[in-house]
């Protein structure tokens, strides 16, 4: 039974990174949460789906389809696209109308489907057809630099380009981060400590809810679930 994921950075400020998968034998996945939204191409049987899929703001038992095959572009912070609004993507998931073996539409367009290789230059042509855009403030405020305009305009930005909080976005940051950290074999005490946890009750909240794991299964990587993609990032 295998959920097998490789995943790349990128060099492009609109990508967070790019991911593909391939199951074999697994009917279930944790799908942990993320502030990430991304745009998913799988398939299955020889169908092809494409969806945007916004961010995850609670951890959730997925299924998943055997033998199926998964990409994705998980986006950067701020990134996004003005026909689809974030609010609308959060927690939730718009698939394309229309997909064939080679192409899917979007916004009314036929697109060459990406691929993990050339995530980039797709991309690109996006950004160059005006239907992908970046808010750069967005990512700075994130990470603890000082934007240059008002409070209320960088919580309005955030909103806007990203469907959530700064504060929801770092505490699903923070989560993630911990949940690595435990799967290293960090003890819990001390991730409490790196991480700025009240302490160890607070950090198990934070965990149920958006890693749908305890400290000790992190720990032990014992659970019949595999989790979604978690990496570590330079922030």
Do not use: C
């Not at 055997?66 to 696209?81: K, P, R």
């Not at 992908?132 to 000082?146: I, N, S």
């Amino acid at each position: 039974m295998a959920l097998e994921t490789e995943d790349r950075p990128s060099d492009s400020p609109y990508v967070a990174r790019v991911w593909r998968s391939r199951t074999s034998g697994v009917e279930r996945m944790m799908s942990v949460a993320t502030s990430h939204w991304e745009l998913v191409v799988w398939s299955h049987h020889g169908r092809v789906h494409v969806a945007a899929r916004g961010p995850e703001t609670v951890a959730s038992v997925a299924g998943v389809p055997d033998e199926s095959e998964s990409f994705g572009i998980s986006f950067a912070l701020g990134t996004s696209m003005p026909h689809l609004p974030l609010s609308r993507l959060v927690d939730t998931a718009v698939e394309s109308p229309h997909v064939t073996p080679s192409e899917f539409v979007l916004h009314g367009d036929e697109w060459s489907l990406p691929t993990f290789d050339n995530a980039e230059e797709f991309v690109g042509r996006l950004v160059r057809k005006g239907l992908l855009v970046r808010d750069p403030l967005v990512g700075e405020a994130v990470h603890g630099q000082t934007p240059r305009v008002g409070a209320r305009s960088v919580q309005r930005r955030v909103a806007a380009a990203t469907g959530l909080t700064q504060g929801a976005i770092r505490q699903i940051e923070r989560a993630r981060q911990a949940a690595i950290q435990l799967g290293e074999g960090i003890a819990a005490l001390d991730v409490v400590n790196r991480l700025g946890y009240y302490d160890q009750p607070h950090l198990a909240r934070s965990l149920t809810r958006f890693i749908g794991r305890t400290a000790t299964q992190l720990r032990r990587g014992d659970s019949a679930e595999p989790l979604s993609l978690l990496y570590k990032t330079s922030s």
